[in-house]
């Protein structure tokens, strides 16, 4: 990539965690953000400008990377379903 901020659009073949590395494997290469103190230094936004953690990415999703000089800066995604966090186990018992 020739420009400091580049946004890519590509699907995630494969998610792996190394000791100081968060890797995306994907259709156009692999991208990485630094795992500093056990946290992913890159944030996942969803089309509603929510942040999400990491679960929310799985193989197959396509995804916009936000790169600064080669390196994911941002996450770009579209969720699939809304989580209700309000509810209770209670509501789920038969």
């Known amino acids: 990539m020739s420009k400091k901020n580049d946004l890519l659009s ?8 190394e000791s100081n590395k968060f890797i995306l494997d994907t259709d156009k290469g692999e991208f990485y953000s630094l795992i500093v103190k056990g946290s992913v230094q890159c944030v996942i936004e969803t089309v509603e400008r929510k942040i999400v953690p990491i679960s929310y990415l799985e193989n197959n999703d396509l995804v916009k990377l936000k ?7 941002k996450i770009f995604i579209n969720t699939k379903y809304d989580l209700i966090l309000d509810s209770s186990e209670e509501d789920y018992i038969s």
């Open 10 to 17: 590509v699907t995630i073949k494969e998610i792996k965690i």
């Open 67 to 73: 790169l600064k000089d080669n390196i994911i800066d």
